[in-house]
């Protein structure tokens, strides 16, 4: 299984940005993952930005985004949609989707350790 991020770009503070992770190749299709964003800005780890379980029934956001961004599947499309909204400069970074395949609709783990299967990252920068 591939996953596929997109969606990056060059914003200005206050603007919107969506955000995309599909996946590809043999295997379950997005629907049979829990979901997560992480992001890294240069010279910081990796964080935990948001995930969403199978179902929907969970989703989890870190302090610094909740409130501004919001995750959402469209297993039609084997998506999961990040829809980020009043972007601020200290939202810049390579932003990357992972998967982890479970049965509970209820397993969302933070960390990243946790998950499976990562994308190739998409840049977000915010200018002020």
């Known amino acids: 299984v591939q996953l596929q991020a997109s969606g990056g770009g060059l914003v200005q503070a206050g603007d919107s940005l969506r955000l995309t992770c599909t996946t590809s190749g043999r295997g379950r299709s997005v629907a049979s993952y829990a979901m997560a964003w992480f992001r890294q800005a240069p010279g910081n780890e990796r964080e935990f930005v948001g995930g969403i379980s199978r179902s929907s029934v969970l989703t989890y956001y870190s302090d610094s985004v909740k409130g501004r961004f919001d995750l959402s599947r469209d297993n039609a499309k084997n998506m999961v949609i990040l829809q980020m909204n009043s972007l601020r400069p200290e939202d810049t970074a390579v932003y990357f989707c992972?998967?982890?395949?479970?049965?509970?609709?209820?397993?969302?783990?933070?960390?990243?350790?946790?998950?499976?299967?990562w994308g190739q990252g998409t840049l977000v920068t915010v200018s002020s």
């Open positions: 992972a998967g982890l395949p479970t049965a509970s609709t209820r397993h969302l783990p933070r960390g990243a350790e946790y998950y499976n299967y």
